[in-house]
């Protein structure tokens, strides 16, 4: 009866929030978890995200993310399929793995060009603030998140630079996952 979480991380840009939607829509009982909508609940001493990681905004990331990954487990336990998505890199789920003993975990790094990266971004309309502001950390983070290291640490790898929406999500559901993740062991 338990449902899979999938995990997704990427640059801002990458498509995690369009796909992490697209792909729930075709399990009959889905829930999206984006730590940013849990981070802007927070209504006074919000700490925005930086590049230099300033430490008060690692403490709100890590309790958005233990309240994903608590919340994910509830849910995935009743039969919903959970996406979660974020910017993380690989030793970020160990952390919110944590929660998932037992459970169906798919982490997958969504890869673009920087080009459609920047495209994505300068286009999209889910967020309520002017994206520009996010340019800076999309130039900053392409370096730092090459899928050769996700790839590494187990995570599926999908680049979707030349993909539309539904071949994104078909190329997610074509891909094969071991029986038990070791992302969902304790």
Request: hydrophobic content about 45%.
């Amino acid at each position: 009866m338990s449902g899979v979480i999938w995990v997704f991380s990427g640059s801002p840009g990458a498509g995690k929030s369009t796909v992490s939607a697209a792909l729930l829509g075709r399990f009959p009982f889905g829930l999206h978890l984006s730590i940013d909508d849990l981070r802007e609940q927070v209504v006074s001493g919000l700490a925005q995200p930086a590049l230099d990681h300033p430490p008060e905004a690692v403490r709100q990331f890590a309790l958005a993310r233990t309240s994903a990954a608590q919340t994910a487990r509830l849910y995935a336990q009743e039969g919903f399929a959970v996406a979660i998505e974020d910017v993380l890199w690989p030793d970020d789920l160990a952390f919110m793995a944590r929660h998932w003993a037992g459970l169906d975990v798919r982490p997958v790094r969504l890869h673009t060009t920087l080009e459609v990266a920047h495209e994505r971004n300068r286009t999209r309309t889910n967020k309520t603030y002017d994206t520009s502001v996010l340019v800076p950390l999309i130039d900053g983070l392409y370096g730092q998140m090459p899928p050769e290291l996700f790839r590494e640490a187990g995570w599926a790898v999908v680049d979707s630079s030349a993909l539309s929406l539904e071949a994104t999500v078909d190329a997610l559901l074509a891909l094969t996952w071991p029986a038990r993740s070791e992302f969902g062991q304790s």
